[in-house]
C-alpha cells in the first residue's frame, strides 16, 4: 500500500490524477468529488489485476514533478558530452577533479542508480533488462536503462530515501527513510576512464536476505 500511502501524504499528486481522470474516464453528470475518488483509487489499488498500472502511473507524476525541478538533472555521460583530452596534457588543472565532483552531485539527485551490483554472491551483479531482482528486493523501482548512457539505470527510491555524497568525489550514500546506509554507491565521473557501481552495505544484505535469495 505504498502508493496509496503517498497519495495520502501529497494531495496535489491525487489532485493531478483526479484532474486528469475527470475528463477521460467519467461522464458529465456523474464526477465524483475528490473524496469519491480516492475511494475509487484505493479500491483499485487493492485489485491487484489493476495495481501494476495504477501504482506506475503514480511513480510517472512523481518523477514527472520531480524533473520538471531545474536541479533534478541526469547523470551527464562525460565520456560523449564533456570528452577533452586536452585536460590529460594539463590543459586545465582540476577540470577533471571538477567534473568527478559535478557527478557525484548529479547521482545526489536520486533518480539514477548504477546497472552494476558489486559483493553478492553473483558478483559482479549486473542487472540486465529483464532482471532486476537485487533492487526490487530493496524496494527501489526500476522504470528502465538511462537512455545515452550503460553505466546507469532510471529508478524511483522508495520513499524517503535519498544519496548523500561523500568527502570523496568517487563515493556516495544509498540511504534509507531513518538515515542509514544501505549501499555505498561509486562514480567516476572523469570522462576518460567512466565507471559506476552499487556495493550494499550489512544492512542492504541483510534486506536482500529477508526477501529470499
Request: with cysteine; hydrophobic share 35%; net charge neutral.
Amino acid at each position: 500500500m505504498r502508493d496509496l500511502n503517498f497519495l495520502k501524504k501529497n494531495p496535489g499528486v491525487a489532485k493531478k490524477m483526479y484532474k486528469e481522470d475527470v475528463g477521460k474516464f467519467f461522464d458529465k453528470e456523474d464526477v465524483p468529488d475528490q473524496k469519491s475518488y480516492m475511494k475509487y483509487i484505493k479500491e483499485t489499488l487493492i485489485n491487484d489485476a489493476d495495481q501494476g498500472d495504477i501504482a506506475k502511473r503514480i511513480r510517472n507524476i512523481k518523477r514527472g514533478e520531480k524533473m520538471s525541478n531545474e536541479k533534478y538533472t541526469k547523470v551527464v555521460n562525460t565520456s560523449v558530452r564533456e570528452f577533452h583530452p586536452e585536460w590529460l596534457m594539463g590543459g586545465d588543472p582540476g577540470a577533471i577533479e571538477a567534473q568527478e565532483k559535478r557527478g557525484q552531485q548529479q547521482i545526489s539527485n536520486g533518480i539514477q542508480l548504477p546497472k552494476m551490483i558489486m559483493d553478492m554472491e553473483e558478483s559482479p551483479f549486473y542487472c540486465p533488462l529483464s532482471n532486476y531482482k537485487i533492487y526490487d528486493k530493496l524496494g527501489v523501482v526500476v522504470e528502465g536503462p538511462t537512455f545515452g548512457d550503460e553505466l546507469f539505470l532510471d529508478v524511483t527510491l522508495p520513499e524517503g530515501w535519498k544519496i548523500v555524497p561523500t568527502e570523496h568525489s568517487m563515493w556516495s550514500n544509498l540511504m534509507n527513510d531513518v538515515d542509514q546506509t544501505v549501499a555505498q554507491i561509486f562514480y567516476k565521473a572523469s570522462f576518460h576512464d567512466r565507471g559506476a557501481f552499487l556495493r550494499l552495505t550489512d544492512l542492504g544484505k541483510k534486506i536482500i536476505q529477508n526477501q529470499g535469495r
